[in-house]
C-alpha cells in the first residue's frame, strides 16, 4: 500500500515503505496524512472518498483558510 506518517514514525513499521513527500496519500480506503499541519487536506480527502469529488470541490470552495 502507498502510505505516509509522520517524520520518525517509520521507525515503528520498518517493513512499509512510507512515502514522507506528499501531505496526504488515499490507497484505497486507506487514507494517511504526514501530520497535524495536514489536517484539511486530510479532511478534504476523506471527502472526496466517502462522497465524491464534486462534493469535495464544493467544500474547497467554502472553506476559507
Known amino acids: 500500500r502507498h502510505v505516509t506518517c509522520f517524520p520518525g514514525a517509520e521507525t515503528a513499521a520498518p517493513a512499509i515503505p512510507f512515502d514522507q ?3 496526504v496519500i488515499a490507497d484505497g480506503n486507506l487514507i494517511t496524512a ?3 499541519g495536514a489536517a484539511l487536506e486530510f479532511s478534504f480527502a ?3 472518498y466517502l462522497c465524491g469529488a464534486e462534493s469535495e470541490a464544493e467544500l474547497r470552495k467554502r472553506v476559507c483558510y
Open 34 to 36: 504526514i501530520g497535524a
Open 46 to 48: 476523506i471527502v472526496r
Open 21 to 23: 513527500t506528499q501531505k
